[in-house]
């Protein structure tokens, strides 16, 4: 019978490039410091487990002006 856990250290390290894009936001992605690319697209994705995913927003934030009504 199989069973749904990792067997083996590379299964873990393959599961552990997995992430989540929400909707209005994106991933920054980074490797040893250095800007690899991002990731806009909403959904579950993959990369390589080394890189560094940071969560930005993309929400417009809207500024009101005080001469303006």
């Known amino acids: 019978m199989g069973h749904w856990y ?3 250290p590379t299964d873990r390290s ?3 490039g997995f992430f989540i894009v929400q909707p209005n936001q994106a991933k920054v992605m980074t490797l ?3 800007y690899v690319g991002s990731v806009r697209n909403t959904g579950l994705r ?3 487990p ?3 995913r940071q969560t930005i927003s993309l929400r417009i934030r809207k500024r009101q002006n005080q001469g303006q009504r």
């Open 32 to 34: 040893f410091g250095s």
């Open 6 to 8: 990792c067997r083996k």
């Open 14 to 16: 393959v599961l552990a």
């Open 50 to 52: 080394l890189f560094i």
């Open 46 to 48: 993959w990369t390589i």
